[in-house]
């Protein structure tokens, strides 16, 4: 079965932390890869997408995701956060067509 | 304002009643998309269109749920005698390419 998970509910960072999120796929095919943002009170935005080349992926903001295929995951970095990092992130992955599975997203809180 | 359209942006309803929510896409969008997010979880799928022609239905889309989008561009997305279970945030999303940009989504109450 098509599936996303994200390996933790809720983090809570202080700021210029480190932010590593996990998330693996089982999709069979190929596979385009996301990571959306929610801002508290705003709809989903992209962060950043994999659909093919280099599996290092840079986003906006800072983020970046490696595309590790032998581990079929696809974890969301970012170096030093910011307060304004507070968000839910969800991991997605689509296989080019019109179907996009979401994981159940990571609530980031980040300490000022 | 160019982006997903969606309206109401709240819907309290009674158990039972009827619901009809819409969805106005970015014009040039071929593809459009309503997923269910219900508290704790990312968006679920729920159908798809790409211009007028209803080609995906996840099976979380019952009987009672109903979408069109009669001319290719807006989106209608009927609920019919409500359950709470129903009670949800419904985000559609619309797409040229592989990119989907959302709406603000409808906060579904049934009470």
């Known amino acids: 079965a098509q599936s996303v998970s994200q390996h933790n509910h809720h983090v809570i960072l202080s700021e210029a932390a480190s932010l590593e999120l996990g998330c693996n796929y089982s999709?069979?095919?190929?596979?385009?890869l996301f990571w959306y943002v929610q801002y508290p009170g705003q709809h989903l935005q992209l962060l950043l997408k994999y659909f093919s080349g280099d599996p290092l992926v840079k986003g906006i903001k800072g983020f970046e995701a490696e595309f590790i295929k032998s581990k079929f995951s696809f974890n969301l970095r970012k170096p030093s956060v910011q307060w304004s990092d507070t968000a839910e992130y969800f991991c997605a992955v689509g296989n080019g067509g019109f179907k996009t599975i979401f994981g159940a997203g990571t609530r980031l809180f980040v300490k000022a | 304002d160019t982006g997903v359209s969606q309206n109401p942006r709240h819907k309290i309803t009674k158990r039972g009643q009827n619901v009809t929510f819409r969805c106005d896409p970015i014009s040039e969008h071929n593809r459009l998309y309503w997923y269910r997010q219900t508290l704790g979880q990312g968006p679920e799928f729920l159908t798809y269109?790409?211009?007028?022609?209803?080609?995906?239905k996840s099976r979380l889309l019952s009987d009672r749920f109903s979408a069109e989008r009669p001319k290719g561009s807006f989106s209608t997305l009927e609920i019919q005698r409500t359950e709470q279970g129903d009670s949800a945030m419904y985000l559609c999303?619309?797409?040229?390419?592989?990119?989907?940009?959302f709406g603000s989504g409808t906060r579904l109450t049934v009470v």
């Open positions: 999303a619309s797409s040229l390419g592989t990119r989907n940009t």
């Open positions: 999709y069979g095919g190929t596979v385009n």
């Open positions: 269109f790409q211009n007028e022609a209803q080609l995906e």
